[in-house]
DNA sequence: CTTGATTTATTCTTTTTTGTAGAATATTGT
DNA sequence: ACAATATTCTACAAAAAAGAATAAATCAAG
């Protein structure tokens, strides 16, 4: 059982790429979200990692898009936020923001 | 120098403790302000093995306090951010912030 | 049709970095 | 010596990261 109850910061920025992107979160377009939101580079090794992680976890849900697309390319696998997955992202940026509360950074 | 380039989550926990905690920062300090300001209980080993990190990686700097305290116990090993440190903090903040912006997670 | 190239996407394998715990040890005051 | 306070050490589990390998589908030839 252990503890590790809280997110890592990378699965921080998966879940909230995959609830940004709504009903188009797959592997691919999630990678590529994070990059356009923070300008941040991930190989597609560490996204589906994480995504596996989230899920066994129950904090995300998958399932495979339709199997005749009409397109070149393999079947996407969509993944959406569970119940689970929202309310472990906005516990972990609680945490954050009561840290943030009252502190003021000067950059020396 | 690769890539770790990214606060960890509890790196960003430990690091914020630290600046709230100012000039009163030191391991057992920070490990009770973690969990005063946010209920997270974490051990001993864990707030030093972080803070050890940090050190190496020029997020924070320690100096031992002085030689004969009025009080029972080890000299304590104040810390402190560095600049390089706070940069980190404020550059782990906004990506959080991009991926926030816009998003609206309804509990189901 | 049937094969091969192309496109799109996921899976797999390996390694490094972070996170976590708790016992052991060190330093100082009484 | 003993109590109090704090840090260091040791061991291991989980998360993060990279990139090659593999898979599935479409399309263009011949």
Redesign the interface.
Known sequence: MSKGN?????E??VL??T??LADEAYGMSIRRE?EE??G?KSSIGAIYATLDRLEAKTFLESRMGEATPKRGGRPKRYFR?S?AG??A??A??R??D???D??E????
């Open positions: 809280y997110l890592g910061e990378f921080q920025v909230l790429a609830a940004r994070i939101a923070t941040r936020l119940p929202t309310r992202l906005l972990s940026r945490t954050m009561r840290l943030w009252g502190l950074l000067e950059p020396e």
